[in-house]
């Protein structure tokens, strides 16, 4: 388990149960990054955390992670292994670490743009316009012949710069598969999100394991701390003598 035990797990999945998607997004990657501070994490460029929730997600289950797609032209089902581990490497290693802003010159224009955040996505998506929201939100300065402009006043050009570089900055904002279906040949694409995967792994996770507390308890009286607090192994052990009674 290395990154935290059974019981901060059990914790975390608790707090996340009563949330909406982006707060499990942010409960996991707090268990993705103990080492950061709470308040950073929110507005940490959004492919970083995808990088982190990658690695917790090995740390946790391994690196192989089961897809299932279906087919965008034919509709059948398709199902095929990820690496979790790979993921981690290319999304981490793709980043300039400790790059944040990124600066757009284009026909008299200087802008400087924020990598959107966690709490940047979730806020714009709550706008009648999440687009000109995320640029509201993330613009740093736009200066037009050197004079300051606001974010609504960008010309459809720049703004497409910006995102364009964004995009390169922070290639693992959107982790994209493109599959090739056997059955019919046609490419399938389709966004991974590693939040929502990590989330619904950990969910079955947890129930399991209260069962296995459930089990363990009746038949033994330990407590809930003393289950949690054995290996993996041993819960499986005891759970298996259980059995055989
Ligand atoms: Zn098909």
Redo the contacts with the bound molecule.
Sequence with gaps: MGITGAAGLLAAWETGLAEAPAGRALLLHRTARPDLDAAALPVLPVGEREADLFALRRALFGDRMQVRLE??????D?EFDLDAGEFARTLGGSRDPGRSVVRVRLDGWDVEFRLPGGADLTAAARAADPRAALLARCLVRARHDGAEVSAEHLPAAVRRRIAEEAEAADPGADVTLNVN?P????A?RAELDIASYLWTELDSWARDLLLDVHLLATSYGWSEPEILALSPLRRRYYLELCADV
């Design positions: 087919c965008a032209a034919c509709g059948s398709m279906c059955e019919c040949g046609e399938t």
